[in-house]
């Protein structure tokens, strides 16, 4: 069984930083991509950042410059830094993965952490 584990959420100041971490277990497949979204109150959940298993990288318009995202692939490991964050920041932050299997990409969800940027 798969899971995926977030962990790094917190209370943060605006312009302050936080680093999240993801791992993953339990994966009989390989894993094609990683990476976060977000879900605001009252808003969709929205993509973050992506990286794929060649290092290949998506960001989010509103998080470009700020937010970076990395993977070590012998641990099933992703990150993403946060810096200087904004109260529009705040959100459940969720950590997905994309497996390749046998019945071809599927994606596993981890339950998510809250990032809450106030003062």
């Known amino acids: 069984q798969v899971q995926v584990v977030e962990s790094g959420g917190g209370l943060v100041q605006p312009g302050g930083s936080l680093r999240l971490s993801c791992v993953v277990s339990?994966?009989?497949?390989?894993?094609?991509?990683m990476g976060w979204h977000r879900q605001a109150p009252g808003k969709q959940r929205e993509l973050v950042a992506r990286?794929?298993?060649?290092?290949?990288?998506n960001f989010a318009d509103s998080v470009k410059g700020r937010f970076t995202i990395s993977r070590d692939n012998a641990k099933n490991t992703v990150f993403l830094q946060t810096d200087s964050l904004k109260p529009e920041d705040t959100a459940v932050y969720y950590c997905?993965?994309?497996?390749?299997?046998?019945?071809?990409?599927?994606?596993?969800w981890g339950q998510g952490t809250q990032v809450t940027v106030s003062s």
């Open positions: 339990g994966s009989r497949f390989s894993i094609y991509a």
């Open positions: 997905y993965v994309t497996a390749r299997t046998s019945a071809g990409f599927v994606d596993y």
């Open positions: 990286i794929t298993n060649t290092g290949s990288t």
